[in-house]
């Protein structure tokens, strides 16, 4: 074990990594499905007043310093002026396939449906239909999921070609076939069980090997010339 692994295993044993995370809040209560992984366990808020008002589904994927949010306390100003006890405390329910970007906080009383996402920085409360992207503080629709398909796909030689062109120009060389291993349909047929065992972990990702090979079998594309 790495000395800097030793060290978030002893000052965070509850949260050094994802899984001891989602075993520490599952012990508390928390219902929270196969294939969720909190890329920032560390960096990552969960309100464990009432843990077991979270309901986080399967494949679901949580980028940095997340915040979960299943109680309110802004009742203590009306305790203060009137002396009065209030509770405020709501279900945290997210979907299956979900994904969820860095610094947003989800906040009591949310509801994200399956296959949505959540842009970076978003503060959401209520709820969230499934398949549609949303962002922003207070978070707000943006578009449907196939939509935001669209506009990855349209993006992606651009997106892949400026990458490229930025790693020449900060290291004075061709960049390696690591740097595009997100834009691996651009230059590899992944049609072809030859290349399956090369690029496992990326056919793998959100355990569905099986839909990603049908997609690029039935997918008429093409492979662009540039091969990093």
Request: proline share 3%.
């Amino acid at each position: 074990m790495k000395i800097k692994e030793l060290f978030k295993k002893i000052l965070y044993p509850e949260r050094c990594t994802s899984n001891a995370l989602i075993k520490s809040l599952q012990k508390r209560g928390a219902f929270i499905g196969s294939g969720t992984v909190f890329f920032d366990s560390i960096g990552t808020k969960i309100d464990v007043q009432y843990p077991w008002l979270i309901h986080i589904g399967c494949n679901c994927q949580f980028s940095g310093k997340i915040t979960i949010m299943t109680h309110d306390y802004s009742w203590c100003v009306i305790k203060a002026k009137s002396g009065e006890i209030l509770g405020c405390s709501g279900y945290v329910i997210i979907g299956d396939n979900v994904f969820v970007g860095y610094g947003s906080t989800l906040l009591k009383g949310t509801n994200i449906g399956d296959g949505s996402i959540i842009g970076a920085g978003s503060i959401v409360s209520g709820t969230i239909p499934s398949g549609e992207v949303w962002g922003g503080s207070p978070a707000r629709y943006i578009c449907k999921i196939d939509e935001y398909q669209k506009r990855r796909e349209a993006k992606q030689i651009e997106e892949a070609f400026k990458l490229y062109l930025a790693y020449v120009k900060s290291f004075g060389k061709e960049p390696g076939e690591q740097v595009f291993l997100e834009y691996i349909s651009l230059f590899v047929d992944l049609s072809n069980s030859a290349n399956t065992k090369k690029y496992l972990s990326r056919l793998r990702l959100m355990n569905n090997y099986d839909k990603t090979i049908e997609f690029y079998k039935n997918k008429n594309h093409y492979l662009i010339l540039f091969h990093p």
